[in-house]
């Protein structure tokens, strides 16, 4: 896996949670889905894609390194997904625009304590 948490299954890119950075992962492909395991657990999973050279992430999987590079939230490619209410992105943006940095730090905190859940399908 690279220092983005990224790991690479055919031609595309698939998100797996920060703290799993370095270490040895493998990945079970299926006809629907891709399933990332690490020390005999799932930590990932993503609808697989076969379309060429894509990435596909997960928000939740960027939490743990977003709280110590908050900014980083701005330009996320996770953030960036369709899976993300566009009412999270408007309200980060107000949050951003009033408190800068401490907006960024705020709106990180508060997508830890709500859940992935709010944003997945």
């Avoid at 697989?48 to 977003?66: C, G, K, P, V, W």
């Avoid at 701005?74 to 993300?84: E, G, L």
Wanted: include cysteine; glycine fraction near 4%; proline fraction near 3%.
């Amino acid at each position: 896996m690279n220092k983005t948490s990224l790991i690479t299954v055919e031609t595309n890119q698939y998100s797996v949670p920060c703290s799993y950075v370095g270490q040895a992962v493998w990945a079970k492909i299926f006809v629907d889905r891709v399933i990332v395991v690490a020390q005999n657990q799932v930590i990932a999973e993503h609808p697989r894609s076969y379309e060429r050279n894509q990435m596909i992430t997960h928000l939740d999987h960027y939490l743990e390194a977003f709280i110590k590079k908050p900014r980083a939230i701005r330009d996320a490619h996770a953030f960036q997904s369709s899976d993300i209410p566009d009412v999270f992105r408007r309200f980060h943006r107000k949050m951003r625009e009033q408190e800068g940095a401490a907006g960024d730090r705020k709106f990180i905190r508060l997508l830890l304590f709500i859940g992935k859940s709010v944003w997945k399908h």
